[in-house]
Nanobody, 114 residues
Framework: QLQASGGGLVQAGGSLKLSCAAS????????KGWYRQAPGKQRELVAA???????TYADSVKGRFTISRDTAKTWWYLQMNSLTPEDTAVYYC??????????WGQGTQVTVSS
């Protein structure tokens, strides 16, 4: 129901842009976001944006990552700049409906080499 894409291997200092598309079976999305999980660590929120346009970021990515959305196509994106090896993780897109249901994408691997 959520399809994430755009991961890959990049050198430190480089950029990647992740995309997430929601299928038509998901309605009334209130919050669109990105989480990540590095090996041996818990899944953590990276960035999220609400239907009202408000956004939040993890402290570790502020100023480097930008979340955006295309409301017409129910897509959202994560522009990641100035990547560091510490950003290496599987990135998951996430949607929370107005009814409180959580949806997850399949994950896309981001690997940053030093």
């Amino acid at each position: 129901q959520l399809q994430a894409s755009g991961g890959g291997l990049v050198q430190a200092g480089g950029s990647l842009k992740l995309s997430c598309a929601a299928s038509g079976s998901i309605f009334d999305i209130n919050t669109k976001g990105w989480y990540r999980q590095a090996p041996g660590k818990q899944r953590e929120l990276v960035a999220a944006i609400t239907s009202g346009g408000g956004s939040t970021y993890a402290d570790s990515v502020k100023g480097r990552f930008t979340i955006s959305r295309d409301t017409a196509k129910t897509w959202w994106y994560l522009q990641m700049n100035s990547l560091t090896p510490e950003d290496t993780a599987v990135y998951y897109c996430n949607a929370i409906s107005k009814g409180g249901y959580w949806y997850w994408g399949q994950g896309t691997q981001v690997t940053v080499s030093s």
